[in-house]
């Protein structure tokens, strides 16, 4: 694999329960819906589970996933091919941690930090969504 080992761990305070930050993270549908300008392939399956495999695509740039963990606050992925390496995301209420670390040519630091806002900007307008439903239904 061409590129350079890198390292980061970011942790942010987002809005939103365990629950609803652990749908944004294992549900697909709910994925693809931030992780915009990446896309996952046709195979991913519909909850992300241990050893589930599929790919996504950022441009011309390919990265296979195998999912080691999944479970209630945990989803650890090994990572192929356009990043050799791992993408750990932990989770609770109001907050999400991600430590991500391999080789690669992307820059792997400014494409962590952009997905984790365009989650946090997700979890935002679900946060709302939620609110503005339980004041009309008062």
């Not at 907050?95 to 900007?121: A, D």
């Amino acid at each position: 694999m061409l590129g350079n080992f890198q390292q980061s761990q970011l942790r942010i305070a987002v809005p939103g329960d365990h629950d609803l930050i652990r749908d944004s993270l294992l549900n697909s549908n709910n994925l693809k819906k931030w992780l915009i300008p990446q896309t996952l392939s046709s195979d991913v399956p519909d909850t992300l589970t241990t050893g589930s495999n599929f790919s996504s695509n950022l441009g011309l740039v390919t990265v296979k996933h195998h999912v080691e963990i999944a479970n209630d606050n945990c989803l650890r992925m090994i990572l192929q091919q356009g990043i050799d390496g791992y993408h750990e995301w932990l989770w609770g209420d109001g907050w999400v941690q991600s430590r991500l670390e391999g080789i690669s040519l992307l820059p792997l630091n400014l494409g962590q930090t952009f997905s984790l806002l365009k989650l946090r900007l997700f979890l935002m307008s679900h946060t709302e969504d939620k609110e503005s439903s339980e004041s009309e239904t008062v």
